[in-house]
């Protein structure tokens, strides 16, 4: 049997013209067999794929040889073979949804104005160094089931919240101090630490590579706590098989780190439900009550 893989990759960089490149992105990936997402815009392209480990590495190659894309930040993890339903290639206003569309600005270096990138290593040292704060730039249903020990999990259900939960007043003891941010792949971060650099934080970090860079250097050995949300197939993962479970289950609170979205249709909330309350079909928030609200913004 084949082997599988997905590869997780961004850019920022100019488009003049992100329709052509999407029409050719799309053409690639079906070439290839592959699927996945794939977003463009203005300012660049973010995207996961997953197919056999020859085309994915072809589609790689070849999207390298347009001169913008050739310093693509990709990341490699175990394929399935089913981690994707589907081929969808979109152009969007932003890369990442922040609600801020005419604040990013990039060249072909990049973000312009974001936060100071650091290593997983550099990281270390700058932990070793300084009281630093690790500021959480995902959701908060992906913060409780995984996180850096001690972070600050910002009361956000999506990232257009982030910028009002940014101007709240409730992070402003944190702007003269150095502050990491992180999310699961990066680029989330490229933009987020571009706003808060914007809003007056005065030294902001972006981990480079996000959680996954991380983990593939530190596994659990480090100080990331529990497991990761993925966006395909896999939903969650862990980097080693003694990863801590740090979140519980929405309807029997046992430990579990098992995401289900909401069995009610017009509910969008993901919960963690173990595997042995899975079969109850009572999902929904106004099923279990008010205690797992409160455990997510926590």
């Not at 049997?1 to 990936?29: G, N």
């Not at 969808?88 to 801020?100: D, I, N, P, Q, T």
Request: aromatic share 8%; proline share 3%.
């Amino acid at each position: 049997m084949a082997e599988h893989k997905v590869l997780l990759f961004y850019i920022f960089t100019p488009l003049s013209d992100p329709e052509a490149v999407r029409l050719w992105q799309r053409d690639l990936c079906e070439s290839l067999g592959l699927t996945g997402r794939i977003i463009l815009s203005k300012d660049g392209m973010n995207g996961t794929v997953g197919g056999e480990i020859t085309a994915v590495k072809r589609y790689l190659r070849k999207t390298r040889e347009y001169a913008p894309f050739k310093p693509l930040d990709v990341k490699w993890s175990q394929g399935t073979g089913n981690d994707f339903p589907r081929l969808s290639v979109k152009v969007r206003e932003e890369l990442v949804s922040f609600g801020a569309p005419g604040e990013l600005k990039v060249d072909a270096n990049g973000v312009i104005g974001g936060g100071t990138h650091l290593s997983p290593e550099q990281l270390h040292a700058l932990v070793d160094e300084r009281d630093v704060t690790f500021f959480d730039g995902r959701n908060a249903i992906e913060a409780e089931i995984g996180r850096f020990k001690d972070a600050v999990v910002p009361d956000v259900e999506t990232t257009r919240d982030f910028v009002s939960e940014l101007e709240s007043g409730k992070y402003d003891h944190l702007k003269d101090s150095p502050v990491v941010t992180y999310c699961t792949g990066g680029i989330r971060c490229e933009v987020l630490s571009a706003l808060m650099i914007n809003r007056g934080f005065t030294e902001v970090y972006q981990l480079d590579g996000g959680i996954v860079r991380y983990g593939e250097a530190f596994g659990d050995r480090g100080l990331w706590e529990g497991a990761l949300r993925v966006f395909d197939g896999r939903e969650v993962m862990t980097f080693t098989d003694e990863a801590a479970v740090i979140s519980q289950c929405s309807v029997c609170g046992d430990d579990s780190s098992r995401l289900q979205n909401c069995d009610d249709l017009s509910c969008k909330k993901q919960l963690v439900i173990c595997e042995g309350c899975a079969v109850d079909d009572r999902f929904c928030p106004a099923h279990i009550g008010a205690d797992h609200s409160q455990r997510a913004a926590d």
